[in-house]
């Protein structure tokens, strides 16, 4: 497409260094870097760079085709770990060759079975996403097919406090009803349920989530009145002991209390679940409390407010 001069100059002037104008006696010739296609206004001198129209190269003839995989575990702990195919499979083109298949990590060939690095020094989970490319005994190839994600657990969680105490508030541990496990056991998705002793309006229930391995789907933390009649209470999820600063699904008062969680790499619902991942440490924190108009209420002045608490089974 030919411009004058002018309008040349005028589209150089909105693009900067991403146009090239070369300018002849007769004519101008218009180079867009690193531009598909464009749009453009003379009269005003501007112009829109396009970019992505570009149609993907079809694979080869004779390549594998409508071929699916996935990667098994989708989850380790914290030390890392072997990551190999678990599925694959194609249902058209060449007849693909297990021996040339090519696990792709964040799309860089790796050997089968890969191996996960460490995350033991680190206080967040780390995801990677795998591919699979297909390919027959001649070495020809189809296009590359997503293989799912794992997640390596963090190692690093904050430690509960040596005081015994959230502030100026006493440290309720649970105890378990359901069960032979000690008090010191934490939830294990198992709908055991923990109980609180002399749980009152100057104390704070913390019990202790230990998110297992390789598992993937929704549960939930519930918490309610034990031989007592219902208190208003308000509950915090929280990878910190001792944090009351969460919201959203990270946090409900009421009564009766019913956290969903989802446990895996990627959440299904942001606005509903709260998100763990294989591995972590998480902390439930209750208070025999209410926030209403006026501010936060205390609930149990006379004490023997009890609470049970209790994780659901994994839902997948």
């Keep these: 497409m030919k411009f004058p ?27 867009i870097i690193g531009c598909d296609s464009f749009s453009g206004n003379p009269e005003t001198g501007t112009i829109t760079c396009v970019t992505g129209s570009t149609t993907p190269p079809s694979p080869p003839a004779g390549a594998p085709s409508g071929c699916t995989a996935s990667v098994s575990p989708t989850s380790l702990l914290a030390t890392g770990g072997p990551v190999n195919l678990a599925t694959a499979s194609c249902t058209s083109g ?17 050997s089968r079975p890969d191996t996960l690095p460490s995350n033991s020094a680190s206080s967040t989970a780390k995801l990677y996403t795998y591919s699979a490319q297909f390919c027959t005994s001649d070495g020809i190839c189809g296009a590359d097919v997503a293989a799912g ?28 009803v359901d069960g032979g496990r000690s008090t010191s056991d934490p939830l294990t998705f198992d709908q055991a349920r ?23 789907g929704a549960t939930s933390v519930e918490v309610r009145e034990y031989t007592a009649q219902a208190t208003g209470r308000r509950v915090w999820l929280s990878k910190s002991i001792c944090d009351f ?14 956290l969903p969680i989802w446990i895996g790499a990627s959440n299904p619902d942001p606005a509903y679940y709260a998100l763990m991942q294989p591995g972590e440490t998480w902390y439930v924190m209750v208070k025999n409390e209410s926030l209403g108009y006026f501010g936060v209420t205390n609930t149990c002045k006379s004490g023997g407010c009890e609470a049970s608490i209790k994780a659901g089974f994994i839902s997948p």
């Excluded at 693009?15 to 002849?24: D, I, N, T, Y």
């Excluded at 060449?94 to 790796?110: A, F, Q, Y």
Aim: glycine content about 12%; proline content about 6%; hydrophobic content about 40%.
């Design 5 to 31: 001069a002018k309008q040349l100059l005028a589209f150089a002037a909105v693009f900067g260094s991403g146009l090239a104008v070369s300018l002849g006696a007769a004519a101008a010739t218009l180079n």
């Design 149 to 176: 994600t794992v997640t390596v657990a963090a190692g690093v969680t904050t430690p509960p406090p040596s005081t015994g105490s959230c502030g100026n508030l006493k440290l309720i541990n649970q105890f378990l």
């Design 94 to 110: 060449g007849t693909p060759d297990d021996s040339k298949t090519k696990l792709k990590r964040n799309g860089v060939v790796v």
């Design 194 to 216: 923990y109980v609180t002793s002399g749980f009152d309006g100057s104390s704070v229930a913390v019990a202790t989530i230990k998110v297992p391995a390789g598992v993937i």
């Design 245 to 258: 600063t969460a919201t959203g699904r990270y946090y409900q008062g009421a009564p009766q209390v019913k």
